[in-house]
């Protein structure tokens, strides 16, 4: 049972590289999509991993062994090894949880105040300017949506680079991105490898609406020298923005650049599913293992209540 429970703990150090080569090899929408599902799969298999180690820990103290009506001895390996290991399965949820909640408090107030802002201005559409000196622009998620800018960012753009900038941002609002970040963000506090990955869903987001807008522009390079002269003018020191609203000057600039520039190459159908199926295995095993040792640890808590025979 413990060898099982450490799959979901081990497998997730591997996506990191796969993500950023599925990103390569995929669509970015489908990416996008694939690549969320997979983290969060992964996120919910190291919780739930982590916490039945936790209560395998606690079923072997006498206190906690009476109060679950354990009348024999839990069935497990060496205290030695399932004590320290309840241990720090204990301590990585305990911290996960206290930067998740602080994460969540400051993210709800940044939207909170960005929201409460927006609200104030007069709005042409979805388009709502702040007066500002410090250049900035993303799209803010709400009923309704908004594409926020300052007057800065305004002032580093010629008018046909606005157009482009607001069609970037229209396209996260459009696509609802808004939701695969806070996804990826929520995955990041519960394993380390995760954060590495919440990159490359950021990535994959920024590319999204990159190719959306560049449908709607008509000009891709256009978009790109948009995206790069709003990148050289943000001030991401004085955002105001929430995390989790996307931003065209957000993520590798160059990388996103370079994409938009380069000659359109038709993908390979083969290597399009080898990376869907790569990323489904990483997502299967960990769940799956994750499934296995908490149902075997269900049942040998049955055994210890004597509910069932061995």
């Given amino acids: 049972m ?12 591997t996506l990191p590289t796969l993500a950023r080569r599925a990103l390569a090899h995929l669509d970015p929408v489908t990416a996008l999509r694939a690549l969320t599902a997979c983290a969060l799969t992964c996120a919910g298999a190291c919780v739930s991993a982590l916490g039945a180690l936790v209560l395998t820990g606690l079923l072997k103290l006498s206190l906690f062994a009476a109060l679950g009506d354990l009348i024999h ?7 030695l090894l399932v004590l320290p ?4 399965a204990t301590g990585a949820l305990t911290l996960g949880t206290w930067t998740l909640s602080r994460s969540a408090v400051r993210q709800a107030r940044a939207f909170r105040a960005a929201r409460t802002e927006a609200d104030r201005r007069p709005a042409a559409g979805d388009l709502c300017v702040i007066d500002s000196p410090h250049p900035d622009a993303y799209a803010l998620p709400g009923r309704p949506h908004r594409i926020v800018v300052t007057t800065a960012m305004l002032r580093s753009l010629d008018p046909a680079e606005r157009q482009a900038l607001f069609a970037h941002e229209r396209a996260h609002n459009a696509g609802r991105h808004h939701y695969f970040l806070a996804a ?7 394993h380390p490898a995760l954060h590495a990955t919440r990159a490359t869903i950021r990535l994959a987001a920024e590319r999204a609406a990159d190719e959306s807008a560049a449908a709607a522009v008509g000009d891709r390079r256009l978009l ?8 050289l003018a943000s001030d991401a020191q004085h955002s105001t923005r929430p995390g989790f609203a996307p931003a065209a000057a957000s993520g590798p600039v160059p990388q996103r650049v370079a994409a938009l520039l380069a000659p359109h190459e038709r ?27 908490v149902v075997a640890l269900h049942h040998d808590v049955e055994v210890a209540q004597g509910e069932e025979s061995r």
């Avoid at 413990?2 to 150090?13: D, G, M, R, S, V």
């Avoid at 390979?268 to 994750?290: H, K, Q």
């Fill in 224 to 231: 790109a020298r948009a995206i790069a002269r709003a990148a």
């Fill in 85 to 88: 290991a309840a241990a720090l």
């Fill in 73 to 79: 001895p839990l069935r497990t390996p060496s205290d």
């Fill in 267 to 293: 993908r390979s159908n083969t290597t399009r599913w080898i990376a869907l199926l790569l990323l489904t295995v990483c997502a299967i095993l960990p769940a799956g293992a994750a499934t296995t040792g």
């Fill in 184 to 190: 990826a963000e929520l995955a990041a506090h519960c």
């Fill in 2 to 13: 413990i060898a099982l429970l450490l799959i979901p703990l081990l497998l997730p150090f």
